[in-house]
């Protein structure tokens, strides 16, 4: 399987809302040509069958998990960011985060990450989808009560005041 900066971990919030909203199919796109990589702990959360145990695939997965899951995991909660974070460290690969602690610990530890919202401006930028998909995307996750900082509408105006896109 390739690894490197051209495979995306994607967290359980981003992929969810993506999904919940039908827009998956859009996907292939967003991601520019990318491989995309879902962790078994995200697949974990996605089903909502939380274990008390991370379910990795290799040793140094398991250990990079533990320093993430010491400092991320709170009860049921964030086991998918520390998925994404060991597994983009160990196969340095770009987590698709947008939970704020998760990417300070991805910066700290130097694992490239993306939110969501750079991911689809990118996918703007490099003509794989249009401005009005791009919008209708952020409209639809809005839709679904995921966190976004603007409102309906608003992706445009927002995303060229933060010179996200052209």
């Given at each position: 399987m390739p690894n490197g900066p051209d495979v995306l971990v994607f967290d359980t919030g981003p992929l969810s809302h993506i999904a919940k909203q039908g827009w998956l199919g859009a996907l292939r796109f967003i991601t520019n040509g990318s491989r995309a990589v879902i962790p078994d702990t995200v697949v974990?959360?996605?089903?909502?069958?939380?274990?008390?145990?991370?379910?990795?695939?290799?040793?140094?997965?398991?250990?990079?998990?533990?320093?993430?899951?010491?400092?991320?995991?709170?009860?049921?909660?964030?086991?998918?960011?520390?998925?994404?974070?060991?597994?983009?460290?160990?196969?340095?690969?770009?987590?698709?985060?947008?939970?704020?602690?998760?990417?300070?610990?991805?910066?700290?530890?130097?694992i490239p990450c993306r939110g969501t919202l750079g991911l689809v401006c990118d996918a703007v930028n490099h003509g794989h989808i249009t401005v009005e998909m791009a919008s209708a995307l952020a409209d639809d996750l809005l839709e679904s009560e995921y966190r976004l900082p603007f409102k309906r509408g608003d992706f445009v105006p927002w995303a060229k005041d933060q010179g996200l896109i052209r």
């Open positions: 974990a959360e996605l089903r909502a069958g939380l274990n008390n145990r991370p379910y990795l695939t290799s040793p140094a997965e398991v250990a990079t998990f533990a320093t993430f899951a010491s400092f991320l995991v709170a009860g049921n909660r964030n086991w998918g960011e520390a998925g994404v974070l060991a597994y983009a460290s160990v196969h340095n690969a770009t987590a698709i985060i947008d939970d704020g602690p998760a990417r300070k610990a991805a910066k700290k530890y130097g």
